[in-house]
């Protein structure tokens, strides 16, 4: 059974920092592309970041230049890190993971998904 779990949201001040950690089991996605999505209230879930199976980033255009997408293959785990966070990045952020090795930045190419791990950036 396929499980991804996120961690490392909370409550920042705007301008502040945070790294979400995403733990995969259940199998290898080593050669997979994984990615990050957001959904914040009212609206529909967004590509964040995506990272494919030989270490190439992608990025949401509201995000390029402060966040950073990583991936450890030895530990099936894909990061996070959020830099010069701002209110309106406040959202639920799930990691998803492919069956390709293509970063893709629709959710309809994600078949697995976290429970999703909340990111509150107050003004």
């Known amino acids: 059974q396929v499980q991804l779990v996120e961690s490392g949201g909370g409550l920042v001040q705007a301008g502040g920092s945070l790294r979400l950690s995403c733990a995969a089991s259940g199998r290898t996605f080593s050669r997979s592309a994984m990615g990050w999505f957001r959904q914040a209230p009212g609206k529909e879930r967004e590509f964040v970041a995506g990272?494919?199976?030989?270490?190439?980033?992608y990025y949401g255009d509201s995000v390029k230049g402060r966040f950073a997408i990583s991936r450890d293959s030895a530990r099936n785990t894909v990061y996070l890190q959020m830099n010069s966070l701002k209110p309106e990045d406040t959202a639920v952020y799930y990691c998803?993971?492919?069956?390709?090795?293509?970063?893709?930045?629709?959710?309809?190419?994600?078949?697995?998904w976290g429970q999703g791990t909340q990111v509150t950036v107050s003004s």
């Open positions: 998803a993971a492919a069956n390709t090795i293509v970063v893709f930045t629709t959710v309809d190419k994600y078949p697995y």
């Open positions: 990272i494919n199976w030989s270490g190439n980033t």
